[in-house]
C-alpha cells in the first residue's frame, strides 16, 4: 500500500484543486468572457479561487457547483448570498448540507433576466 506524508498529500491536494480551479476558469472564459469584476485572466482565475471557498463553506466541493458560484460572483458581486435577498432566502431555507448552487444559479438567472425585461420597457 501507497503512503503519502502530510507534505506530499498537501502538495497533490493543492495540485488537484489547481487543476479544478484552471478547468472551472476555462469555462467562465468560455461562456462570459471579461466583465468590470473580470478585466483580465489573473482577476478571473481569483473569483474562481474565491468561489472554491465560498462554496466549500457551503460543503460544496463539485466544480459544477464552484462554477455557478462563480458566475453568480460575476454577475452580482462576491458577496452576492448575503447581499441580495433572493439569494439569502435560498440560503436560509437550506436544509442540512444540501448542495443549493443551483437554486442560487437558477434564481440568479430569474433575477438578471427581470433586470433585463425592466431595462427593455424603460
Do not use: C
Not at 32 to 42: C, I, L, S
Not at 79 to 94: G, M, N, P
Not at 100 to 107: D, G, P, S, V
Amino acid at each position: 500500500m501507497l503512503k503519502l506524508d502530510p507534505d506530499q498529500r498537501s502538495e497533490i491536494t493543492a495540485a488537484a484543486r489547481d487543476a479544478s480551479e484552471r478547468r472551472i476558469f476555462a469555462l467562465l472564459r468560455e461562456h462570459y468572457g471579461p466583465t468590470r469584476v473580470w478585466p483580465g485572466d489573473a482577476q478571473g482565475l481569483e473569483v474562481v479561487r474565491a468561489a472554491t471557498v465560498k462554496a466549500a463553506g457551503y460543503e460544496m466541493t463539485a466544480e459544477r457547483d464552484i462554477f455557478k458560484i462563480a458566475a453568480l460572483m460575476l454577475s452580482f458581486s462576491d458577496d452576492f448570498d448575503t447581499r441580495e435577498a433572493w439569494a439569502r432566502e435560498i440560503v436560509a431555507a437550506r436544509e442540512g448540507n444540501a448542495p443549493i448552487a443551483e437554486l442560487l444559479y437558477q434564481a440568479g438567472i430569474a433575477e438578471v433576466r427581470r433586470y433585463e425585461d425592466a431595462a427593455g420597457q424603460s
